[in-house]
């Protein structure tokens, strides 16, 4: 007898062992292009391609999707401005194309360590290997799983009876709720609309009559006190500058010109975390210089239109582009 529990407990734990190993399995595509997506639905973002033949990790299984780890010839993208030395200087988005309006995973946070995949291109996006939380969806029947077995078979299997036990008492609670709400929902909104019915005519001709007496004395009083407050806009110059000075400072900015001068169109950079690189002087399609510093009726005047701006440029290692504080 003790020799027939030993046995059925050794086959029970082999049972078990089994299903976990299924949780995750190397697996192949096997259609010529696969769509992959941020969510287990076709309504979710595209993440990329994968070419058939290529090899996936399978992490999981949701419906007739499985979940995969992003692979390395997946095609993602970061700002190189803020990749140095193979790391993150800020947090910022990880997007499944070289654009600031492709679909983004989230934000990677400051201090990750990125691998970069060749040169960045013209407009300053890097492509990386993806890191190893990031995770894609595929229809599961274009992928062959090694060994052909079924991913999860146990985690099916124990969640059906569960089920059953949340079904009846779920439906009680939700009637009595909505008979209560019922009741005392007419009479207050009745109560409501007559008391503001009476008085909805009186206020309304009174503010009328007040407002026709002073209507001269008003206007010429407030239009003195807008007049003469430009004073805010100095305290956010020098707040501004403060903020400008503590990013160079991060970023470990060397001066390297005074007077230094710059022609092209300012545009602005829709991807910046930082104050110091919220526009650029693009010439040629080429990024010439981050430019910060400056009125901010500058920037929003003179954005997309071409300008020649005068200031300080400070160089950062890594980076094509220095950064010009304007005078």
């Not at 991807?271 to 040629?284: C, G, L």
Request: charged share 25%; proline share 6%.
């Amino acid at each position: 007898m003790k020799k027939l529990c030993l046995f059925l407990a050794i086959c029970c734990s082999g049972m078990l062992f089994a299903a976990e190993a299924q949780d995750k399995c190397n697996a192949t595509v096997n259609a010529d292009r696969l769509n992959v997506r941020m969510k287990p639905t076709i309504k979710s973002p595209k993440a990329g391609v994968l070419i058939n033949g290529t090899r996936v990790l399978v992490t999981g299984k949701s419906g007739a999707w499985f979940e995969l780890a992003a692979p390395e010839s997946l095609k993602l993208y970061v700002s190189e401005v803020y990749l140095i030395n193979g790391k993150l200087t800020n947090s910022v988005h990880l997007r499944a194309g070289n654009s600031a309006n492709a679909p983004s995973f989230g934000k990677i946070p400051a201090g990750t360590a990125l691998k970069a995949v060749g040169e960045a291109d013209r407009y300053g996006w890097v492509r990386v290997v993806a890191p190893g939380n990031i995770k894609v969806y595929a229809f599961k029947d274009y992928i062959t799983l090694d060994e052909n077995v079924n991913l999860t078979p146990a985690v099916e299997e124990v969640k059906a009876p569960a089920e059953k036990k949340t079904e009846a008492p779920a439906a009680k609670p939700v009637v009595k709720e909505e008979k209560k709400a019922e009741k005392p929902a007419a009479k207050p909104a009745v109560k409501e609309e007559k008391k503001a019915a009476k008085p909805a005519v009186k206020p309304a001709v009174k503010e009328e009559k007040k407002a026709a007496k002073p209507a001269a004395k008003p206007v010429a009083k407030p239009a003195a006190k807008p007049a003469a407050k430009p004073a805010p806009a100095k305290e956010n110059t020098a707040e501004q500058a403060k903020k400008i000075a503590a990013d160079l400072k991060a970023m470990d900015a060397v001066a390297d010109k005074d007077n230094f001068s710059v022609t092209g169109v300012l545009q602005k950079i829709p991807a910046s975390t930082s104050i110091a690189t919220n526009y650029a002087i693009v010439a040629d399609g080429v990024n010439q210089a981050f430019v910060c510093g400056g009125k901010s009726s500058f920037f929003t005047s003179n954005d997309g239109k071409k300008v020649t701006v005068k200031g300080k440029l400070y160089r950062i290692k890594g980076w094509k582009a220095g950064i010009l504080v304007m005078e």
